[in-house]
């Protein structure tokens, strides 16, 4: 079945650390890629996107996601995490062959991001 | 603030009644999706309307519908309302029904059924 997984529910890092989210797909074409984030009692935010191209992929807030195609993983990095960057993650895909001219995203089910200051 | 307005922000109300959710685009967006977010089924897609036709319908159950009017602005009619469908409604609103338009999304509505 088609699915997108994030496989860590909740990741704790202390501020300055590095920090790597993970994202698999499951579709039979790549889908169409993107992070975006939910702050607090926010909506969500586009991160950044993954079309073709280039495999790593720069965003917003100093974020950075890498398309792997051998491991179907779109995996969003930050090499120094500050305390603001606290939210909820999540990946979500729009399959390659979308009918109808609608683009609905598909999320998986988010990571909760806390730091530690 | 992405320029998307939703109303009301909170909704608390009981089984069996019905609400109405509305979501205002940005500027110039003909586009609008509606998407829920529950702690069970996380968030998943509802509808689409572009220009006031619907485009796609999600896992939107039959209790449930939508519109787009003239204006842009969309409703979101909830009715019988369950237990289960208390959660976060957002909408997003993009220029274009193509891929290259960016949904940005409301702060949703958040509807406790009691």
């Known amino acids: 079945a088609q699915s997108v997984t994030q496989p860590d529910i909740h990741i704790t890092v202390s501020e300055g650390a590095s920090l790597e989210l993970r994202c698999n797909y499951s579709?039979?074409?790549?889908?169409?890629l993107f992070w975006y984030v939910q702050s607090p009692g926010q909506g969500l935010q586009l991160l950044l996107k993954y079309f073709s191209g280039d495999t790593l992929v720069q965003g917003i807030k100093g974020f950075e996601a890498e398309f792997k195609r051998s491991q179907s993983s779109f995996n969003l990095r930050k090499p120094s995490v500050h305390w603001s960057d606290a939210a909820e993650y999540f990946c979500a895909v729009v399959p390659l062959y979308s009918g109808a001219g609608s683009y609905q995203l598909t999320f998986g089910k988010g990571t909760k991001l806390s730091v530690i200051p | 603030d992405s320029g998307v307005t939703q109303t009301p922000k909170h909704l608390i109300t009981a089984t069996g009644q019905r609400v109405t959710l509305r979501c205002s685009p940005r500027s110039g967006d003909l586009s609008v999706y509606w998407y829920q977010q529950s702690l069970d089924q996380g968030l998943q897609f509802l509808i689409h309307y572009y220009n006031g036709e619907e485009r796609a319908k999600g896992n939107i159950l039959e209790r449930f519908s939508a519109q787009q009017f003239p204006d842009l602005h969309s409703e979101l009619n909830l009715s019988s309302l369950e237990l289960g469908d208390s959660a976060l409604y957002f909408c997003?609103?993009?220029?274009?029904?193509?891929?290259?338009?960016?949904?940005?999304f409301g702060p949703g509505t958040r509807l406790t059924v009691t």
């Open positions: 997003a609103s993009s220029v274009s029904g193509d891929l290259m338009g960016e949904q940005y």
């Open positions: 579709y039979g074409a790549t889908p169409y």
